[in-house]
């Protein structure tokens, strides 16, 4: 049973323009969430997270915002850059460990 | 900022052989380690949580005896595969907090370990 999922596999956008990444969860009790960005051959880095006391965090050109209501949260990325391309996964907190997304493979074109 | 290491990044190696992964967290003390399993398009996968000085908390489904986690001291924590088969051939990923996630301090990554199994 996903817990987290990530319904979109693959993303294109083009450079400058706004990337959307989509999340979704089932489980109420989560209460803080994490992007991060991964590399192929490397392990995730982190990007930004929320806790569910926010609907909005903001760094920069990344920004999430939750929607507890839907369960759902969104990672924004403005404006994209072709160093963006790479598979973001998002996390949720459950206690002490993080439940992971499937991932979007994020990709960049000039 | 905070760095975690982590050896070898790659092992092949033949069937029936153990492996130890090592997860070090370089320029701070990492009261608690995370082992994770990705196979290629998918999530990764909580394995168990290690704290220094104490026993491992393995996820369901997670052999403990396949999986042995030692976490000595509050830089290192090791993973070893015992008697690897091809089916645990994966990539394994371990992960380092200053506490736990709900203290709001993120989840540091290595770079990951690919074994392969022949």
């Known amino acids: 049973d996903q817990q987290v999922k990530q319904n979109s596999p693959s993303l294109s956008v083009q450079e400058g323009r706004i990337s959307i990444l989509n999340c979704d969860y089932t489980?109420?009790?989560?209460?803080?969430f994490l992007w991060y960005k991964k590399y192929p051959a490397e392990g995730p880095t982190f990007l930004i997270s929320?806790?569910?006391?926010?609907d909005k965090n903001e760094d920069g050109r990344f920004t999430v915002f939750l929607n507890k209501s839907a369960k759902h949260l969104s990672l924004h990325i403005v404006p994209s850059q072709p160093g963006d391309s790479a598979v973001y996964f998002c996390?949720?907190?459950?206690?002490?460990?993080?439940?992971f997304g499937t991932g979007t493979r994020l990709q960049v074109f000039p | 900022g905070a760095v975690v290491s982590q050896h070898p990044s790659r092992v092949i190696c033949k069937s029936g052989t153990s492996v130890k992964i090592e997860c070090r967290s370089l320029?701070?003390?990492?009261?608690?380690m995370f082992w994770y399993r990705q196979f290629p398009k998918q999530s990764l996968m909580l394995m168990a949580t290690?704290?220094?000085?104490?026993?491992?908390?393995?996820e369901q489904g997670v052999e403990k005896d396949k999986f042995l986690i030692n976490h000595a001291s509050l830089t290192l924590s090791t993973l070893t595969v015992t008697s690897a088969h091809p089916e645990d051939s994966s990539f394994y990923i371990c992960?380092?907090?200053?506490?736990?996630?709900?203290?709001?301090?993120?989840?540091?990554f290595g770079d990951g370990t690919r074994l392969s199994i022949l």
């Open positions: 992960s380092a907090s200053l506490g736990q996630v709900r203290s709001f301090k993120p989840q540091h």
């Open positions: 489980n109420s009790m989560f209460d803080y």
């Open positions: 929320i806790s569910s006391i926010k």
């Open positions: 996390a949720a907190a459950e206690w002490d460990k993080l439940i």
């Open positions: 320029d701070f003390q990492a009261t608690t």
């Open positions: 290690s704290n220094e000085g104490s026993k491992a908390t393995y």
